[in-house]
Structures are given as structure tokens and as C-alpha cells.
């Protein structure tokens, strides 16, 4: 990162966004909300239908896409401290704005539940311990013991991390290559797994307050490496559009079958890396239709906002109308549909701004004109 850096940083790509790639990030969202909502707010007989349980491996396909995408826009932009001071402003005007009214919508409803005599099943989940590290994004690094306020933000959390270790990965996979970078992503998810089974904790590809940040690191920098292999040597191999989605369903089958999070992952890689193949050499998708582009932006939102959401219609909704359990599915199929309708909506009108506002914020007052 400093001026005296001499290893050659190779030239950016001339794809700068990879839209299909934005389309499968909502679909990952979306399976994290299927498997959110399957099992607190299924119906009765099927809170715990046990495929669907490793949905929550597209959490590990987000980190992957994350290191491939900010590889792909930064890699070549990083070459001193004031880089990184922009490179940070630009990741948190991305992901902050949301995760603070995220958070303090939970904070205000858990306030607004506890004056009416509310009783929470899991009431460490707003503990107030736990406000500071979520407000600083460090409540994914060992500093709660418990899953708090908007559950799913650990992840950016974990994110936050990855982003302020970012220069360091860059300069591993530039010193040492793609290929050999990726092999210390498996010895870094290796060495993961020995160390919490030595522990006695949860396997690593479940780890979320628990130090789940550092579940993000091997993920990330394999996308990173993965970002070099494909805009590098196989940069003009051309994949055919019926491959790479096959690859991309080839991930929740891979779920749905309780396959080892190992093999997850890897198709995760497969699957980001001949998507974008395609997009690069191949003809236009319809996955990159303006319809679709809607749906990649909402993404996070979707991620964020979705236990809000079926919070309130799934589980108070029907305590205030005295509804029975008849009422869950279809309840739960509703607040699918309204946390994607909110989650555009939220884009256009709160993500957007917030974050073409905050990247403009200057990282230092003006210099005073001279007199």
C-alpha cells in the first residue's frame, strides 16, 4: 500500500460490472430469507425441513462474490493509504446507512414492546450490551455471546473485516499469485475448522456471532484469487450461458442434497467463475434485463430487511388478529413478497442516496484559498 510498493499491479479489466453476477446475488439473498423463514415461521409439521438448513451456505456464496467483485473494482486501485481511506468511506456508504436503521429499528421496537409488557422468547437477541458493538459493526468478532438485534448483519460485520484486511490480501495474491492464494484460502478454512473442533465450537461454516468474521476471510480471498485466475489467463475462454447456470443451480443442489460445506464452496467458485466468463465473452443474458438489475440492487436489502419483516407479519401479525397456525403459510409466502416489493422501494429511496451522498463526503476539509 505504501509509495514504495513495486510489485505490478496488473490493469484493470474493461467489464466494470458484472450484472448476471447481481442477479445471483439476489437469489442468494433470497435463499437465506427461505432459509430464515423456514424454520421459525414454517408451518406446523415443517419448522425443521433439514435441507433447507444448509441454505445458510449462501452466506459463504455472498463472501465468495464479495472478493470477485471488490478484486474486480479495486484491485488496481490501492496503491496508497488515501486509496484505502476511500476504499473504506466508499464499502461503509454501501453497507452502513442500512445496517444503522436496521438496527435502530430494532432497538426502537424492542423499547416499544418492553413499555407494553412484551415478553421476547430470546430477549438477549436486544440486549443492550450488545448496541455498541453492532453500532461499530464488531459484533461478528467475538465481542457478544449471543446473536443480537438484526440477526443477519453479522455478516457485515464479518464484511467489515475483510474490507480492512483487503490491502493485505491484495498484496498476498500479487506477491505470490492467484493460484497459490487460493491455496491458502483452503489452508486458512482448514486451519479454521481444526482450531474450533480442537475448541469445542460449532463447525466454521456455522459460525456467526461466534467469530464469525473470520469465517469470511478463506471465502474472500478465494474470490479474490478467483477474480485474478478469470480476468487473467482465462480471460478470452468463452463458457456457454446453459453451463454457467447449470453451475449456478448446481450450488443449492449441492445444498438441498446436504452436501459437505466443502463442496459448496467449490461450486460456489465454479459457479462465480464461469458466470462471469459468460458475461465477458459471451452474448447478452436475460438475467441482465433491467428487471433483474432491480432485483441485484435490492439484494441487500432483502438480506437485511427480511426478519424485520416477517417479525411483523409472521409472528405479531397474527398474535393481534388472534390468528390460528392455518395462517402461517401463507402469511409467510406474503412477507416474502412484501420484503422484496420493500426491499426495491428501500434501494431507490434510503440505500441509493445515502450512498451517493456519503461517497462524496471529503476525507479532509479543503485547503483555504490563499489570501
Not at 228 to 234: A, C, D, Y
Not at 274 to 299: C, I, K, V, Y
Amino acid at each position: 500500500m505504501g509509495g514504495t510498493e513495486t510489485t505490478t499491479v496488473p490493469p484493470m479489466p474493461t467489464q466494470q460490472r458484472f450484472q448476471v453476477l447481481d442477479t445471483y446475488r439476489f437469489f442468494a439473498a433470497f435463499g437465506v430469507l427461505v432459509f430464515h423463514y423456514s424454520h421459525p415461521w414454517a408451518p406446523p409439521g415443517l419448522e425443521s425441513i433439514a435441507p433447507l438448513t444448509e441454505f445458510r451456505l449462501f452466506v459463504d456464496f455472498f463472501f465468495v462474490l464479495s472478493g470477485f467483485v471488490i478484486m474486480h473494482t479495486y484491485g488496481g486501485r490501492m496503491g496508497d493509504a488515501g486509496d484505502f481511506a476511500r476504499f473504506i468511506q466508499k464499502r461503509l456508504a454501501r453497507v452502513y446507512p442500512l445496517h444503522l436503521l436496521t438496527l435502530l429499528a430494532y432497538a426502537g421496537l424492542g423499547l416499544a414492546l418492553l413499555t407494553v409488557g412484551y415478553r421476547f422468547n430470546q430477549p438477549d437477541y436486544l440486549a443492550p450490551s450488545a448496541f455498541v458493538p453492532n453500532l461499530l459493526l464488531v459484533h461478528a468478532w467475538g465481542t457478544t455471546a449471543h446473536m443480537s438485534f438484526n440477526t443477519p448483519s453479522w455478516s457485515i460485520s464479518a464484511e467489515f473485516l475483510v474490507y480492512l484486511a483487503f490491502p493485505a490480501f491484495l498484496l498476498l495474491v500479487n506477491r505470490i499469485g492467484a493460484l497459490p492464494a487460493l491455496a491458502v484460502a483452503v489452508l486458512l478454512a482448514a486451519g479454521q475448522d481444526a482450531a474450533r473442533t480442537a475448541l469445542g465450537m460449532r463447525h466454521w461454516t456455522e459460525a456467526t456471532f461466534d467469530y464469525g468474521a473470520l469465517r469470511a476471510v478463506p471465502t474472500f480471498l478465494a474470490g479474490m484469487a478467483l477474480n485474478r485466475i478469470v480476468t487473467g489467463p482465462l480471460r478470452h475462454v468463452g463458457v456457454p450461458w446453459w453451463l454457467a447456470h447449470a453451475c449456478g443451480a448446481a450450488v443449492p443442489a449441492l445444498m438441498l442434497l446436504h452436501a459437505s460445506p466443502y463442496a459448496v464452496i467449490a461450486m460456489a467458485l465454479v459457479a462465480v467463475g464461469a458466470l462471469a466468463l459468460a458475461e465477458m465473452n459471451g452474448p447478452r443474458s436475460a438475467l441482465a434485463a433491467p428487471a433483474f438489475t432491480a432485483l441485484g440492487d435490492a439484494s441487500y436489502a432483502v438480506y437485511m430487511l427480511h426478519p424485520l419483516v416477517g417479525t411483523a407479519l409472521v409472528t405479531m401479525l397474527p398474535r393481534v388478529l388472534k390468528l390460528d397456525e392455518a395462517w402461517r403459510l401463507p402469511l409467510t409466502v406474503v412477507a416474502a413478497i412484501v420484503c422484496v416489493g420493500m426491499s426495491i422501494a428501500v434501494f431507490r429511496l434510503v440505500e441509493d442516496p445515502a450512498r451517493r451522498a456519503l461517497g462524496r463526503w471529503p476525507l479532509s476539509p479543503a485547503p483555504k484559498p490563499a489570501e
